[in-house]
Structures are given as C-alpha cells and as structure tokens.
C-alpha cells in the first residue's frame, strides 16, 4: 500500500485542505450575496536547492572508483565517409 494513503489513514487530522477550506468560504459568501474575501496564500518555506548535474557526476565518478575505473578514455570519432550520390535511371518520355 502506498506510504502516503497508509500516513493518512492513520492520522487523518494531520493534513489540512486549504483549497477545500477557501472554496467552502466562497461559496458561502456568494450565498450571502457578499463579495468573497481575498484569498491568502501562505508563504512557501524555502526549500533546499539541489545541483542536480553535479550530484549525478558525483554519483557517477562514485560507481566508477567502486568498479575500480579510472577517468574515461575519450578519443575523436571518425568522420562518416561520403557516400556517391546514386543516379537514378531516366524514364523515357510518353509521347
């Protein structure tokens, strides 16, 4: 079962709809031919940033001391050779 669904079965109080909350006070003040009050949206706590390429390089340098590789050779490619272009056969005009 889902961790999150298992959280809240358990204790439902814990989580608090707000959408649902401001939805009901609309409705309500519309029902009282009031203008709805201006909704407040709380303030988000700033977050940990994460530096995803370098954390994905440091992962990668991590598997490959733990194979026991060392840097990766990196050598040029070499360049595609022209192909000929094909002709194609003429088809005789219809007269």
């Known amino acids: 079962m889902n961790p999150l ?3 809240l079965m ?3 109080g814990e989580i608090r709809d707000t959408h649902t909350e401001t939805l009901e006070q609309i409705i309500e003040a519309k029902r009282d ?3 709805p009050s201006k ?3 709380p303030e988000a706590e700033p977050g940990q940033v994460l530096d995803l390429m370098a954390a994905l390089n440091a992962s990668v340098q991590e598997a490959r001391a733990s194979r026991g590789e060392g ?3 990196v050598h040029e490619t070499p360049k595609p050779k022209k192909k000929a272009a094909k002709q ?5 005009r219809s007269a």
Do not use: F
């Open 5 to 7: 669904v298992l959280h």
């Open 10 to 12: 358990c204790w439902p």
């Open 33 to 35: 031919h009031k203008a």
């Open 39 to 41: 909704a407040t949206v």
């Open 71 to 73: 840097e990766a050779k």
């Open 88 to 92: 194609t056969a003429r088809r005789p």
